[in-house]
């Protein structure tokens, strides 16, 4: 035991030498992401800031969700006037870049993770939770943060069911949208008739069919926005005893990491599922980039 604790005291001063030189030349860099609309490309310089920059980090602390009580975002954001059509040509580049051990790309994310930890201190979170993706921005992310809790960290990866897996809460679907009424004047009307109820549910199961009998399921890509909050049994853990034991913690301060936050409709329904295992889970998500 004694020689357990001695190993873990060299441990923890080697990791926080190791921190402090890393995030000292860091802790101030500015954004500096230009994008050069003749050779569409995209430039870091991160020695200053600049009206043409792209991208901004957030910097007034976390945002609080206002559907669950104990989660916060933490991510980098766009500035309001950059072309859509450019947003997504840096996701992608940041995304698959082919040699994700850039020197631009890993201040990017290092930078983004120094600031998280200035604002929530990445040591009192004991728990990360993460989907599977082909991304490998995720990977870099979570590698660097380790560093801050090692060799404390407990890492859960959630899975996508298969598709034919899928289910559609269409009790929900029919209370919140099918039954819904307006109002003209005094007076409550619904907004659908009976027959446009049974095509609009027969339309849904059509889609729920071909989802099912697809290889692969993307819900950015194969769900429309309006269903996608219907969707059930999409995330689960990668087994049983990986989800019996994130059920066994007592309230523990999660940090969910994911690359992009598009829709936010995975991060929904990663939260959900976090929620459903253990309630009493404080959750901060780590998003690189708020599209």
């Known amino acids: 035991m004694k020689q357990f604790k001695e190993r873990k005291q060299i441990i923890d001063r080697i990791v926080n030498e190791t921190l402090n030189n890393i995030r000292k030349p860091k802790s101030k860099l500015v954004e500096g992401v230009q994008y050069d609309s003749r050779s569409n490309s995209f430039t870091f310089d991160f020695t200053q800031d600049s009206e043409r ?28 006037d950059v072309d859509s059509s450019v947003r997504a040509n ?41 989907p599977q993706s082909i991304s490998e921005i995720n990977r870099k992310a979570i590698s660097y943060i380790r560093l801050f809790g090692y060799p404390d960290f407990l890492t859960f990866e959630l899975v996508k069911e298969p598709p034919s897996k899928l289910c559609f809460d269409y009790t929900s679907y029919k209370r919140e949208v099918l039954d ?33 009998n697809s290889d692969y399921f993307s819900i950015g890509r194969d769900m429309k926005y309006k269903y996608r909050k219907f969707l059930k049994n999409l995330y689960i853990f990668g087994n049983e005893e990986e989800k019996e034991a994130f059920n066994k913690l007592t309230q523990p301060k999660v940090m969910v990491i994911d690359d992009v ?7 929904s329904y990663i939260i959900n599922t976090i929620y459903k295992v253990n309630p009493n889970a404080t959750v901060v998500v780590f998003t690189l980039i708020g599209k």
Request: hydrophobic fraction near 30%; include cysteine; charge should be negative.
């Open 180 to 212: 819904a009424t307006h109002k003209v004047g005094e007076r409550e009307y619904p907004k659908y008739t009976e027959e446009q109820k049974e095509e609009r549910i027969a339309q849904i199961r059509g889609m729920m069919e071909t989802l099912k």
């Open 261 to 267: 936050m598009t829709s936010g409709a995975t991060l």
């Open 53 to 80: 920059d792209i991208i901004k980090l957030t910097n007034y602390g976390l945002y609080q969700s206002s559907i669950y009580n104990k989660c916060f975002y933490f991510k980098y954001q766009f500035e309001d």
């Open 90 to 130: 840096f996701i992608e580049y940041i995304k698959f870049h082919e040699n994700m051990d850039n020197g631009d790309v890993s201040t990017f994310i290092e930078k983004a993770v120094n600031s998280l930890d200035d604002t929530i201190n990445i040591r009192e979170y004991n728990t990360i939770v993460y």
